[in-house]
């Protein structure tokens, strides 16, 4: 994870050099749907680039806070008896983004504007569970117990709004992030849950950036 956020921070900061672009960051709420029903917060750095007055592309890469969640892991000791202990499974979130922006209000030149938002995610999430007892590693062997790392595609659309306050801009996103689970007309399974994006942070126009 933290090779992939200097890496996208590279990136920022080689296409900001550019009059076109401009960094921002930003405090992130995430609320999963579906069956998984948990929410994170977390930050978020995003680089976006100035095609027009009224269009933008924004890269973004968002780390979400981990989420924990209490659970139980069955063990069993080497004459074939088992036993249930608590465990905790903990969840981390990344995704990155590539958004367009279009301005329906207000524009790039305006102290004001409002956007619509669409554009694709990879989000990826890794999870590791751990027995919240001491128990006997020699004698016991968990059964159940889960650890991996899983990946899906999101459509996301959503609205935004943001005010210069002389050189740099706030600005505050809500959106909706549907797993893509389609391709070539075939379903495909998807692990990502549906979520709602709540943005609210501030960035830096170099130039003419958007």
């Known amino acids: 994870m933290k090779k992939t956020a200097l890496f ?7 296409l900001t050099a550019s009059a076109q672009f ?11 749907r579906g ?29 979400g806070l981990p989420i924990k969640q209490e659970s139980m892991v069955t063990l069993q000791d080497s004459y074939g008896s088992t036993s249930q202990v608590p465990s905790e499974i903990k969840y981390k979130f990344r995704t990155i983004n590539l ?11 305006a102290a004001g504007k409002l956007y619509g938002i669409t554009g694709i995610g990879i989000v990826i999430v890794s999870y590791d569970e751990t027995v ?19 990946n899906g595609f999101t459509i996301n659309l959503g609205l935004g709004g943001e005010y210069k306050i002389g050189a740099p801009s706030v600005f505050a996103e809500a959106g909706l992030a549907l797993p893509a689970n389609q391709a070539n007309g075939q379903y495909i399974e998807n692990p990502i849950p549906s979520h709602f994006i709540f943005n ?11």
């Open 132 to 150: 919240k007892e001491n128990y006997d590693k020699n004698a016991y062997t968990p059964m159940d117990q889960v650890n991996g790392k899983e």
């Open 99 to 109: 958004l367009g922006h279009y301005s329906f209000v207000g524009g790039d030149e």
């Open 8 to 14: 996208l921070f590279g990136i920022i900061m080689i």
């Open 22 to 32: 401009s960094a921002g960051v930003n405090a992130n709420y995430t609320m999963y």
């Open 200 to 210: 609210v942070g501030v960035k830096f126009n170099f130039g003419g950036g958007e």
């Open 35 to 63: 069956l998984f029903q948990k929410s994170t917060v977390g930050t978020q750095l995003r680089a976006s680039y100035t095609f027009n007055e009224k269009t933008a592309a924004v890269l973004s890469f968002n780390y």
